[in-house]
């Protein structure tokens, strides 16, 4: 652990740059920083199957250590990493066209939203959770890639903006056409809360 403290305080772009030099610390630190992140944001939009969230997470940091150069330093390597996982899950959605039916056998609580949300006024959050991931399956990648980047990574609408390469309004479109949909199919679980788009409002 010494060995990589050193390495800490480095932002993303000098380890990348260490990277393209061979040094094995700058991709651990690397590692350490995005995997857990980029682990929880393939969960989601794979729609709760970790195997394949498992795998494509290793083929993110593959990449990385095969060609580094990939990134060109045009953008900030967190968008840079969230666009190839995006890119990543458009594939595999064009692969598999039909995935309504969404079985998640993994420990959902471990995997939270940012913001505080209508999940803390849920009895049986698992099942708020189970049809959550169900009802994103209904949505286009692009939707759903863009909500689980608003609310479970907590990025900014500039940042989305930047990932997708689209305006901000854009991003704030899905955002609002998302929430509000999800608002409304998963109303049973909340019925007593009126807003629609989950404090979005607040937050533009």
């Known amino acids: 652990m010494k060995r990589l403290q050193k390495f800490q305080k480095f932002s993303d772009e000098q380890l ?8 094995s610390e700058a991709f651990d630190t690397l590692y350490a920083r995005y ?28 990449k990385i250590i095969e060609k580094p150069e990939r990134f060109s330093g045009r953008s900030s390597f967190k968008s840079w990493i969230f666009t190839v996982a995006c890119n990543l899950c458009k594939n595999e959605y064009r692969r598999q066209t039909v995935r309504k039916a969404v079985e998640s056998k993994a420990d959902m609580d471990e995997i939270a ?10 009895v049986d959050q698992k099942m708020f959770k189970t049809a959550m991931l169900q009802e994103l399956g209904t949505f286009s990648p692009n939707q759903r890639c863009t909500f689980l980047l608003r609310f479970q990574q907590g990025m ?10 689209c305006s901000e309004g854009t991003v704030k479109s899905r955002l609002f ?7 409304q199919n998963l ?3 909340n019925p007593n809360r009126s807003e629609v788009g ?7």
């Open 16 to 23: 990348m740059k260490r990277i393209r030099q061979g040094s």
């Open 35 to 62: 995997s857990r992140k980029l682990l929880h944001f393939l969960y989601r939009s794979l729609g709760g199957d970790e195997s394949k969230a498992q795998d494509f997470l290793h083929d993110i940091f593959l």
């Open 113 to 122: 939203l940012i913001d505080e949300n209508p999940i803390d006024e849920i």
């Open 156 to 165: 900014s609408i500039a940042e989305i903006a930047e990932i997708f390469d």
């Open 177 to 183: 056409y998302t929430t509000r949909k999800l608002a």
């Open 187 to 189: 109303h049973q679980f």
């Open 198 to 204: 989950w404090n979005e409002k607040k937050r533009m």
